[in-house]
């Protein structure tokens, strides 16, 4: 673990913490939150006219299937990525399939299983909200340069960094942080009593 993400709340300036419970200034985390309801309401106030029929779970669904495109996905991965039932994503793919935006067609290997495949029609909406998405990101980052977004970006991650190595949020695996990837891809130093076992072994042979 690097000095600077390992900041402790020892670290943090007596002026920051004094302006926060004052409510002079945000703490870190309220300012995260609130920026990313500003995001959702301005992704949803600019939401595409073509989009405009579909709720959050279908397009949660059009993006998983996009992402996917290269391997045949079945009701049980959709169940299994997002966490549902199958009585659930029945009647969301059934409805899915009613607005036109699926289809469900059978495999060659077995007839009764039905692979999901996207429409032209489920594919224009995700271009459309891609193209939303991207210039939204644009518009957000106008007025700083690339050190501003490449700092932030650190920052953001050391963030992330700090609270799922407390053991806390479960499986580090699940997290994107570069932190963690880059210690994940580090050679790992035997311990002083795996060293100690090493040697016996060799001077036993």
């Known amino acids: 673990m690097t000095e600077e993400s390992n900041i402790g709340a020892d670290s943090i300036s007596p002026a920051f913490v004094q302006a926060w419970e004052q409510g002079a200034g945000k703490p870190p985390s309220v300012a995260i939150r609130s920026l990313h309801n500003i ?68 495999v060659p290997k077995d007839a009764r299983l039905k692979k999901i495949v996207l429409t032209d029609k489920a594919r224009n909406i995700n271009d459309a909200l891609r193209s939303n998405a991207t210039d939204m990101e644009r518009l957000l980052l106008q007025g700083l340069n690339e050190d501003d977004i490449r700092g932030f970006m650190r920052v953001l991650d050391v963030m992330q960094t700090n609270l799922v190595r407390t053991g806390m949020l479960g499986d580090e695996s699940r997290y994107s942080s570069l932190a963690l990837r880059e210690e994940a891809d580090e050679p790992r130093m035997p311990s002083r009593d795996e060293s100690q076992e090493d040697e016996k072994g060799r001077k036993s042979k």
Do not use: W
Request: include cysteine; charge should be positive.
């Open 39 to 106: 995001i959702n309401r301005y992704l949803a106030v600019t939401r595409p006219y073509e989009a405009e029929e579909l709720s959050g779970a279908n397009i949660d669904i059009i993006c998983y299937l996009v992402c996917n495109s290269d391997r045949d996905v079945f009701p049980q991965d959709v169940e299994r990525h997002f966490g549902i039932t199958r009585s659930t994503s029945c009647r969301v793919l059934g409805l899915m399939e009613r607005k036109g935006l699926i289809v469900r067609k059978p």
